[in-house]
T-cell receptor, first 111, second 117 residues
Framework: QKEVEQNSGPLSVPEGAIASLNCTYS??????FFWYRQYSGKSPELIMS????GDKEDGRFTAQLNKASQYVSLLIRDSQPSDSATYLCAVNGGSGTALIFGKGTTLSVSS | GAVVSQHPSWVICKSGTSVKIECRSLDFQATTMFWYRQFPKQSLMLMAT?????????EQGVEKDKFLINHASLTLSTLTVTSAHPEDSSFYIC?????????????FGDGTRLSIL
């Protein structure tokens, strides 16, 4: 059974701080990794994708991948109250199949 | 970017009614679409995988006769909740993988909030 694990949180950070969200996955052959953001009462929104070991930056967001450790993370710099949401880590489960989602980490940014 | 349109956004209806939800991929062709259900403060739950031109694959515990899925074209999948009851009230979200994007990420519709009285 392929699994994706995340701490459920809540992760609380003050405005302006760096929020660090972590995820581990079980399938060693996974090649594609995604982060989604889900606001309360809304559907998930794709915010980052990463495929190679190392860092990928997009604005205030940085995704980090370490395939040897089967570990993916998302850093949010200069956190804003509007970043308060649940962040879902997802891993490609194979062609034609749904992505494998973690249960999500709830982030709360206080002003 | 890839857009998935879902409607209606809200449905309120009486117990025993059947409700149809539509999901369209607007700027890409999706051979595979997915239907999820989410209860308040809970995780996404995959209900079924919808394949264009073939029968849907349902997750364990999901009644296929209760939740009818039709994937009639490469851009349209529908979910019909038959004879809905209050326990079917939930947030239903469709999703489609974009075959043109690396890794084929899933893009989600805005969801349908279903309330059965």
């Amino acid at each position: 059974q392929k699994e994706v694990e995340q701490n459920s949180g809540p992760l609380s950070v003050p405005e302006g701080a760096i929020a660090s969200l972590n995820c581990t996955y079980s399938d060693r052959v996974s090649q594609s990794f995604f982060w989604y953001r889900q606001y309360s009462g809304k559907s998930p929104e794709l915010i980052m994708s990463i495929y190679s070991n190392g860092d990928k930056e997009d604005g205030r967001f940085t995704a980090q991948l370490n395939k040897a450790s089967q570990y993916v993370s998302l850093l949010i710099r200069d956190s804003q109250p509007s970043d308060s949401a649940t962040y879902l880590c997802a891993v490609n489960g194979g062609s034609g199949t749904a992505l494998i989602f973690g249960k999500g980490t709830t982030l709360s940014v206080s002003s | 970017g890839a857009v998935v349109s879902q409607h209606p956004s809200w449905v309120i209806c009486k117990s025993g009614t059947s409700v149809k939800i539509e999901c369209r991929s607007l700027d890409f062709q999706a051979t595979t679409m997915f239907w999820y259900r989410q209860f308040p403060k809970q995780s996404l739950m995959l209900m079924a995988t919808s394949n264009e031109g073939s029968k849907a694959t349902y997750e364990q515990g999901v009644e296929k006769d209760k939740f009818l899925i039709n994937h009639a074209s490469l851009t349209l999948s529908t979910l019909t909740v038959t004879s809905a009851h209050p326990e079917d009230s939930s947030f239903y979200i469709c999703s489609a993988r974009d075959p043109g994007q690396r890794g084929q990420p899933q893009h989600f519709g805005d969801g349908t909030r279903l309330s059965i009285l």
